[in-house]
């Protein structure tokens, strides 16, 4: 097959793109070049901005060696704007349309429901979610054989799966080896479901060119499910240490950290569990679930250990905690150590960290919020 990949250097992109390239296909990915770290060398590079630059040039660009492809993956769209750019470029050049919407998607009806694909969706408390949701709605009125994907929280070597958590993940383990507390939503109880990006890839991989997912939505997600402080717990475990959180409420969080409030209350701070009986009938078995939560996470952990490139450390964030940990639960907290600190990292630390100016950070992103 030619493939081609809009993205491919993130977290879900990277193990599918190399698992399509280990199966022998030809893999095209259309990407800015940024994170060359995390792109297959094996693949052949389109190297353009979807975003920002001419569609009549970035269709030369995609065009320039094949006049089509049997399959095109869209990581990248997450507005309906984004979808509609897309396919107004790709001009119908494809058998098969592939769209990463979201399992967040859903809109539960209460938290026992067991999702599966008829359940409701247009979940309305997080704009992310919803917006996915209107990407759907539009993709199902092309003319083309889509297929759409939803799937939930997925993580490998360079992704730690965790509620509350910075962009410069690192940050989570710094604090869980200083022994210091770290931030849970209602003690961590609501049940997840995890899904390793391998066992992604091997799913999704079966649906390409599946005539059963023409025009058809499926969610991938693994078998496995747990509460957020046992996902915890296991990274105290592989980091030799005992676990110790600070708790909020949804009153403390929205007041506190608002910045999380959405994807907790209108995600990740649910029960959120799957009926997988569709794609299994799809792909003709039962989806894969090859790689336990626990190596998956040692997995993780070790990676961020062994590269200095991932450790790097979110001052702000790390000062927004132990304040809130002062004030919720009373536990005194020191800046992490780091071997590449910056003055302006302890700048920023004790913005968040002290009390008036963590005030008149909060009064400006509150007035910020605001005018919205």
């Not at 959120?272 to 626990?294: C, E, P, Q, W």
């Not at 907290?333 to 071997?339: N, R």
């Not at 302890?346 to 009064?363: C, D, G, K, S, W």
Request: net charge positive.
């Amino acid at each position: 097959m030619n493939i081609l990949i809009l993205g491919g250097s993130g977290i879900l992109s990277t193990d599918f793109t190399k698992m399509c390239l280990d199966k022998g296909n030809v893999v095209y990915t259309l990407n800015r070049g940024n994170r060359t770290h995390f792109i297959d060398p094996r693949v052949k590079l389109i190297k353009a901005d979807l975003r920002n630059e001419p569609e009549n040039v970035l269709r030369e660009k995609i065009f320039k060696e094949i006049p089509s492809y049997d399959v095109i993956v869209d990581f990248l769209s997450f507005i309906p704007d984004h979808l509609k750019r897309t396919l107004s470029i790709l001009n119908g050049q494809f058998i098969q349309f592939i769209f990463i919407s979201s399992s967040t998607a859903y809109r539960k009806k209460c938290e026992d429901e067991i999702l599966t694909e008829q359940s409701e969706i247009g979940n309305e408390k997080w704009d992310y979610a919803y917006n996915k949701y209107l990407c759907e709605e539009f993709l199902k009125k092309c003319s083309i054989n889509y297929t759409i994907i939803r799937p939930y929280v997925t993580y490998g070597k360079n992704r730690i799966p965790f509620p509350i958590i910075p962009g410069d993940q690192y940050t989570l383990l710094a604090r869980i080896m200083a022994n210091k507390p770290v931030i849970m939503f209602e003690q961590g109880d609501a049940i997840c479901t995890l899904t390793h990006t391998e066992d992604f890839a091997k799913t999704l991989y079966e649906l390409l060119l599946n005539e059963k997912a023409y025009k058809e939505a499926f969610h991938i997600t693994s078998t496995s499910e747990q509460t957020w402080l046992e996902v915890y717990t296991i990274l105290c475990e592989l980091l030799n240490r005992k676990p110790k959180i600070c708790s909020l409420d949804r009153a403390e969080t929205e007041k506190y950290m608002p910045e999380f409030y959405e994807i907790l209350v209108g995600d990740k701070g649910t029960n959120m569990r799957f009926d997988n009986t569709k794609v299994s009938n799809a792909i003709g078995h039962s989806v894969y679930n090859t790689v336990s939560l626990r190596d998956g996470l040692k997995q993780s952990v070790d990676f961020f250990m062994n590269n200095s490139y991932m450790q790097k450390i979110d001052y702000k964030f790390d000062g927004e905690c132990d304040y809130i940990a002062a004030k919720i639960s009373k536990q005194k907290c020191c800046i992490l150590e780091s071997p590449v600190r910056r003055n302006k990292d302890v700048l920023y630390y004790h913005i968040m960290r002290f009390p008036l100016t963590n005030y008149l950070v909060r009064a400006k992103r509150a007035k910020k919020m605001d005018s919205k």
